[in-house]
Each structure stands twice: as structure tokens, then as C-alpha cells.
């Protein structure tokens, strides 16, 4: 069984309906890059599988838990999916360690020196450990996001969304960043991500979904997809973007 | 005229009484007040509801009629009522419930400046709004608008010098109190200005301490 399954989603904002049914399933342990022009949806579509956007119609299901696009606590949607943002977003006024712990600590109520454990555990991952005691204003802007992707990985999520992760970051930077998330991706993590790193989406992803215009347009594995687009829609993004 | 401040000596203790009343009636109604205020900020920034629309009434009577009139209020309207309270303790509510709803609405452009990836971001990582204000909005919003509460509470402590005509011992109060017996207003009420002046200047320094250290994380600083 999928980890994540998607059916006939649709999401409007007002009169503009921007998801206009999407199918997609999604095996424990892929790698799946969203590519597409911005305005295509894919940031959308993302953000449906967590409900920062609640959708109109269809289903999602992930793991065992099914979104309908009807109020759910944050606490019960953040069980299996974790989230980072292409701003980082990190908490200011916080330093790296309590960033890491303060969802553990205060949604799932876990003790703190275990939660200290796991986060000096997912730092290291990131190879931030010896910023624990930092604040986010001291950090560059690769090291703010991978610290925002230990934290998401602290609460343990069975898939992690990365909404265009690199886009805010300086070139020199993005590579850290892509690093980092190669690494999960070896380990087995589940990975959905919105990203304009062709390369990236090439080398590292086992599927590449193409969206245009509110829909999948055309999904493959990534060598036969960029040698080989059936559309020409995918023709001229990719010669658009390489 | 010859200035003698030796006839203010016998009444240093008064002084010394009004002075401490001063700056604790200060010190506690600036805390809750504050602490009003933080929970009035989270009920008018979320959803509209009754409970919404009847803080905003308070915050808007509050703002729009004269602080000795809401202590009269207080302090003659509510024993009158029956509920008999001592002059200090309407003075105490009289100025946390000022402080309170001016800061209020101080803290609300704090909170409406939040980036909305924080809120994002509380959110994707379970926390339910109350947690997410408390843990992630909050400290933010204080450190934003630190400057214009600063002003807000030395105004309530100047402003306290009303709570004087209710016969709360303050410095003002002690400086009327001098002044009726001694006959000397004008050594009097030098002294006793330059006492508020102290005041509100080092509680702009104790402010300033206390937001250095507490928004640190601002600076980038090593703290």
C-alpha cells in the first residue's frame, strides 16, 4: 500500500481553481520532485498534503490517517508529515536546540531529555551540532534551513514536504542544503519536493511529476522524463530551465 | 524668596512612604497589566467572537475617557454598588486595566507584523494556535514593539500621581500632605518633580536592561 495517496484533489481560491484533480501515489521511501512554472500549483498541492491549504474535494490519505479538507488539530496532522519552507522560517527568539525541541516538548508532551537527545541526534545529521546554543540570526542562510529541517525531522515524520528549500538561499549555499536531503533520501526518508534544481530532481529523485495548469501533466522516472518528454509543454519548461 | 529645603527633613519618612508606594502600585500594575494585555492581544487577534467584541469595548472605553474618571469609577461607582475595595487596590485596578488595554492594542500591531511562514511553520510542527501565540508569537511581538510600551508604562506611572485623590499614600499625595503642613509648596513640589523625574527616566534604563537581555537574540549577539 502507498504511503501517500491522492485522489481527484481540487482546491479554488475564489474563482481561480488551481488544483484541478490530481492523482498521485506516493511509495514509502520515494523521492518524488514536483516540477512546473510557478502558478502551476505544485506549492498548492504540497501545502493540501499537510492542510496549510484545506482542499475542496478529493481525498488524501497518508499512512492511515484520511484528509478531507475538513478542521483538523495541527497536533493530529503533524504525526506523519513534516514540512520546510523555502524561507526557513525558523523561530528568532529561539535558539537552534530549542527550535529543534520545542514541538516535541510542547505538542508531544516528550520528556526533555530525551526530546535533547533526538534533537542533538538530528543536528549532527545536519552537521550543526556545535550550533545547539545559537541563535538563528547567527546562522547563514544554508545552515538556518538545514537547522529547519532537523527540526522537522525531530517529530519523527513518515514524509517530509520541502517547498523549494533553495530558492531563498545563495548559490554557494544551495549545495549544503541538497547534501543534506540526498543523505535522508539514501536513508529511506520519504521525500516530497517542490524544487527548480533540475539537477537536483535528475540525480536524486526516483519519480519527477510535471505540473502544468492545475494538473499532472506528465510523471516518469527522472532519466527517461528530461531525455525524453512526451508533451511539449514539459519540452519547453525543460529547455526553459536548462 | 529664599529656598530652605532643611523644613522637608521631619517629613522624609512621608516621602520615603509615598516613593515606595509610588514605584510598587507601578511595578505590579505594569506586570499585570502587561499580562491583561497579552491575553486581550490573543482574543482580538484570532476569530471575531462575543467575547472579542466585548474586549475591544473595554479597550475603547478605556482609550477614550480620562484616567481619573475610570479610577473615580473604580474606586466611588463600585462601593456604591456594594463591592467595597481599598483605595490601593482600585488604584491598582484602575492602572493595570489602563496599561492594559493601551498596551493591548500596542501589542496587536506586534502580533499583526508576524511573518506568516512563523505561523506556517508553528503550525506544520502540530501546535495548536494558543501554543503557537504563546511560544512563537509572542516573545516577537513583545521585542517589535518594546520602545512604545516603554513609553506606555512610564505614562501610567506619571499618570499614577491621580490615585492621589482617592487617598492612596503616594508621592504625590505625600507632597500634598508636606505641603498642607509645612506651607513650603514650592521646595516641596521642586523635590518631588525631580523625583518623578528620576523615576521615569531610570525606569526607561531598567527597561532598556531588561530588553537587552530579554530580545538578545535580535542582535545576533552572543547571548
Request: charge should be neutral; proline fraction near 3%; glycine fraction near 8%.
Amino acid at each position: 500500500m502507498a504511503l501517500v495517496s491522492v485522489n481527484d484533489l481540487h482546491k479554488s481560491f475564489g474563482d481561480l481553481e488551481v488544483l484541478k484533480g490530481i492523482d498521485l501515489d506516493v511509495e514509502a521511501g520515494e523521492v518524488v520532485a514536483i516540477i512546473g512554472r510557478s502558478g502551476s500549483g505544485k506549492s498548492t498541492f504540497l501545502r493540501c498534503l499537510n492542510q496549510l491549504e484545506r482542499h475542496d474535494k478529493g481525498t488524501i490519505r497518508i499512512a492511515d490517517q484520511y484528509l478531507d479538507g475538513k478542521a483538523m488539530s495541527p497536533g493530529e496532522l503533524s504525526k506523519n508529515v513534516g514540512m520546510v519552507f523555502q524561507s526557513f522560517n525558523l523561530f528568532p527568539h529561539k535558539t537552534v536546540g530549542e527550535n529543534v525541541m520545542l514541538a516535541p516538548v510542547i505538542v508531544r508532551q516528550e520528556d526533555k531529555a530525551k526530546t535533547e537527545r533526538v534533537a542533538r541526534e538530528v543536528l549532527d545529521k545536519v552537521g550543526l551540532l556545535e550550533k545547539f546554543d545559537a541563535y538563528p540570526a547567527q546562522l547563514s542562510g544554508g545552515q538556518q534551513q538545514r537547522v529547519a529541517i532537523a527540526r522537522a525531522l525531530a517529530m519523527n515524520p513518515k514524509v517530509l514536504l520541502c517547498d523549494e528549500v533553495t530558492s531563498a538561499l545563495d548559490p554557494e549555499l544551495v549545495g549544503e542544503v541538497l547534501r543534506v536531503l540526498e543523505a535522508l533520501a539514501r536513508e529511506g526518508m520519504t521525500l516530497i519536493l517542490v524544487t527548480h534544481e533540475m539537477k537536483f530532481a535528475q540525480d536524486v529523485s526516483n519519480r519527477v511529476v510535471f505540473m502544468h495548469q492545475g494538473r499532472i501533466h506528465e510523471q516518469g522516472d527522472p532519466q527517461t522524463l528530461f531525455k525524453d518528454p512526451k508533451t511539449a509543454e514539459l519540452r519547453q519548461f525543460i529547455a526553459s530551465v536548462l | 524668596m529664599e529656598l530652605d529645603f532643611s523644613t522637608l527633613v521631619p517629613y522624609a519618612g512621608e516621602l520615603v512612604q509615598g516613593f515606595v508606594t509610588t514605584v510598587v502600585l507601578t511595578a505590579i500594575s505594569t506586570l499585570a497589566g502587561l499580562g491583561l494585555a497579552s491575553l486581550v492581544a490573543y482574543v482580538r487577534s484570532g476569530k471575531a467572537s462575543l467575547l472579542g467584541r466585548m474586549l475591544g469595548g473595554y479597550v475603547e472605553v478605556t482609550r477614550n475617557t480620562p484616567f481619573i474618571v475610570q479610577l473615580f469609577f473604580l474606586f466611588f461607582g463600585l462601593s456604591a454598588l456594594g463591592f467595597k475595595i481599598s483605595a490601593l487596590f482600585a488604584a491598582f485596578l484602575a492602572m493595570t486595566l489602563n496599561l492594559g488595554a493601551y498596551s493591548a492594542e500596542i501589542l496587536r500591531a506586534g502580533i499583526e507584523a508576524t511573518d506568516r511562514g512563523q505561523l506556517e511553520a508553528a503550525r506544520a510542527l502540530g501546535m495548536s494556535r494558543l501554543q503557537s501565540y504563546r511560544h512563537v508569537v509572542l516573545i516577537p511581538a513583545f521585542a517589535r514593539i518594546y520602545p512604545a510600551l516603554t513609553s506606555q508604562c512610564i505614562i501610567v506611572m506619571l499618570g499614577s500621581a491621580v490615585v492621589s485623590q482617592i487617598s492612596v499614600f503616594d508621592l504625590t499625595y505625600a507632597a500634598n500632605f508636606i505641603q498642607s503642613r509645612n506651607f513650603r509648596g514650592f521646595e516641596v513640589y521642586l523635590v518631588v518633580t525631580l523625583i518623578y523625574l528620576l523615576l521615569a527616566v531610570g525606569m526607561r534604563q531598567a527597561f532598556g536592561f531588561v530588553g537587552r537581555r530579554a530580545f538578545a537574540f535580535r542582535q545576533g549577539g552572543n547571548a
